[in-house]
């Protein structure tokens, strides 16, 4: 919940907002009158109740004093912005952020490195050249150090990491940039921020945001430019008290793809995005147009506007690739079996996950999670009603082991690769080239869960971790009885509507009703799914998972069968065979077989299971 969303919750509480603050005013038609915002009787401030200005008010004995309700919050309690803003989010009995468990907490180093002076610009020296004078480089506590130029990333006076410039001499091409190591990622120019400021500027590198700053603007920015967005994760609560943020990062292809991304992550509600014309960046803007072009481009941001209405020529270039296969290779991710390839979990779908109890429909799913997180280097959100946390996990280290008891070393390296902590190649999550790593995310709720409370949680997970696949284990655990339809027809509705405006996959796991003799020789079909046709019919994909009962697990002959019998994106519906190792519970092709995900070797193997194709 950031502080433009609670200001809204506030607006449309604007009376009783306004009888708690101000007890002593009175209302006058759409207005709540008071002296000021001390609380007396009067008829200067005043607070309108309803419309579309609900909760602006204003103190006409003083003309600096005004706002929304969130103002008059700090002003009527003599709080700082961000404390209003966390007592308003008690009082309304809402999260300020919610929080949910992670497999695991990376550790970070501070680095130790004394810096030097705070640097003074020379005639002609490299601030200068830039148009950055002293007061700026003061505010931001930029330092010399040895050779070096050294922008401190600091967060309420600690520093939590160095970057450091060496400006191009004659014959480079580039300045030289580095930072320290293993540290925890955050935006640079904390130390600029005070409790009380709701709106800043992110830019892309530090000398943008010196630039904007001493253009009257306070501003962050990216600690590793446009291709690494992990800073989102470890700045998100620091972000909630800024009612707007101005995305002002490069007007190039990489800085323009990585506006988008903020853009969704952080909310299209605030954010504002900057145009800077003729110019690559704020700091080119400063030293060819000045300070008032840089703050012209920056009052003049504005919202992204609304994409949902197009003509069809706009589809022109997307179609014509689409009629040509060109589209193929970003259909989406996929399972482990070969004879899957042409199934696809695409983004902005729903699949639905169906099979008799008992037979492996949740445990067939966790093994693809595994794939997903650890090769294809996903990030999931994974909620289970029917089974604790540790026993979900136990069962997916054991399939990412191999192993039914793994070791101590094998459970660290497997929750490390399942945490996001380190990827397949056994490298910290930290990546040079910027990409993210895999990641599993639980939503530690056991028994019957509000759907309500969980897509608020699922979206919180997307903008801060950028968790883009969600399971639901099962439907039955969102407390919906097996007779009511209508509301289980509401759930496939919201699961579709939230799938979309997130562009997310949804995996929810449905019993099917039990044949009527009992017969589960035979696999059940999307007819089948205990409810409302709505979930089958609101469904992208329905995967059905069916245990042969006459394999003994030992022989030649197949274990399952995974079937997919709705693809609405192709239309294709493959079937694979499948055998299951039951000490690893991990699925295979061919025979038999437990592979360690960790290190790509077999760790047993069961001879008697191959088949010759």
């Not at 955050?186 to 500027?201: E, H, R, S």
């Not at 999931?380 to 054991?398: A, D, H, Q, T, W």
């Not at 939230?498 to 039990?514: D, E, M, T, Y």
């Amino acid at each position: 919940m950031d502080a433009r969303e609670v200001s809204q919750l506030l607006a449309d509480k604007a009376l009783s907002v306004s009888e708690y603050l101000l007890p002593n005013g009175r209302k006058n038609g759409n207005e709540w009158c008071c002296g000021s915002v001390n609380g007396e009787e009067g008829q200067s401030l005043k607070v309108h109740l309803s419309g579309s200005k609900a909760g602006v008010w204003k103190d006409f004995s003083d003309q600096d004093k005004g706002g929304d309700l969130l103002d008059l919050w700090a002003a009527c309690r003599g709080l700082s912005f961000v404390d209003a803003l966390k007592d308003a989010c008690k009082w309304l009995g809402v999260e300020f952020s919610p929080k949910f468990s992670v497999a695991s907490k990376k550790s970070f180093t501070r680095p130790s490195v004394r810096l030097g002076t705070v640097i003074q610009p020379k005639e002609d020296g490299y601030f200068d050249r830039r148009r950055i004078n002293g007061s700026t480089l003061k505010a931001y506590n930029v330092a010399n150090h040895d050779r070096e130029i050294a922008f401190p990333l600091m967060v309420e006076g600690v520093i939590y990491n160095i970057k450091y410039l060496t400006p191009r001499r004659k014959g480079e091409e580039k300045n030289r940039w580095r930072q320290e190591s293993n540290c925890e990622p955050c935006l640079f120019g904390w130390q600029v921020i005070t409790p009380d400021d709701d709106k800043v500027v992110i830019t892309e590198g530090e000398i943008d945001a010196l630039s904007v700053f001493q253009s009257g603007v306070k501003a962050l920015s990216m600690p590793s430019g446009a291709k690494n967005l992990e800073w989102i994760e470890y700045d998100w609560e620091r972000l909630q008290q800024f009612r707007v943020i101005y995305l002002a990062l490069d007007n190039d292809d990489p800085g323009q793809l990585a506006t988008m991304e903020v853009l969704q992550r952080l909310g299209e509600h605030r954010c504002k995005l900057v145009d800077w014309g003729d110019f690559k960046d704020a700091n080119e803007c400063l030293c060819k147009a000045g300070e008032a072009a840089v703050l012209d481009a920056i009052v003049s941001a504005k919202y992204k506007k609304p994409e949902d209405l197009k003509n069809a020529i706009e589809y022109a270039d997307i179609l014509f690739q689409d009629f040509n296969g060109l589209l193929e290779a970003a259909a989406g991710n996929t399972t482990p079996f070969a004879g899957m390839k042409d199934f696809k979990f695409g983004m902005d779908q729903l699949t639905v996950w169906t099979g008799y109890s008992g037979h492996g429909k949740s445990q067939l799913l966790g093994y693809c999670m595994c794939e997903m997180i650890l090769r294809q280097k996903e990030r999931i959100c994974l909620f289970s009603g029917e089974m604790k946390p540790y026993k979900v996990l136990n069962r997916m280290v054991r399939q990412v082991c191999g192993k039914q008891r793994p070791d101590t070393a094998d459970l660290t390296e497997a929750l490390n690769l399942l945490s996001g902590g380190m990827n397949i190649d056994g490298e910290r999550c930290t990546e040079k080239n910027g990409n993210e790593s895999g990641g599993l995310w639980i939503y530690d709720v056991n028994g019957a869960a509000s759907l309500e409370r969980m897509l608020n949680v699922f979206k919180y997970a997307k903008q801060r971790y950028n968790c883009r696949h969600f399971v639901i284990d099962s439907l039955m655990m969102l407390g919906v009885a097996e007779s009511d339809v209508d509301r289980q027809k509401k759930i496939a509705e919201m699961l579709r509507d939230f799938k979309s405006q997130n562009n997310i996959h949804i995996h929810l796991v449905a019993h099917p009703r039990k044949p009527d003799n009992g017969d589960e020789s035979k696999p059940p079909n999307k007819h089948d799914v205990r409810g409302s046709a709505g979930i089958t019919d609101l469904a992208d994909n329905v995967l059905v998972v069916w245990r042969n009962s006459d394999a003994t697990g030992y022989g030649t002959d197949p274990d399952a069968k995974l079937i997919c019998q709705k693809q609405r994106d192709s239309g294709c519906q493959p079937m694979v065979n499948l055998f299951f190792d039951r000490e690893s519970c991990q699925y295979h092709e061919r025979e038999r077989e437990a592979i360690s995900m960790i290190t790509g070797e077999r760790v047993r193997r069961d001879f008697k299971s191959q088949r010759v194709r």
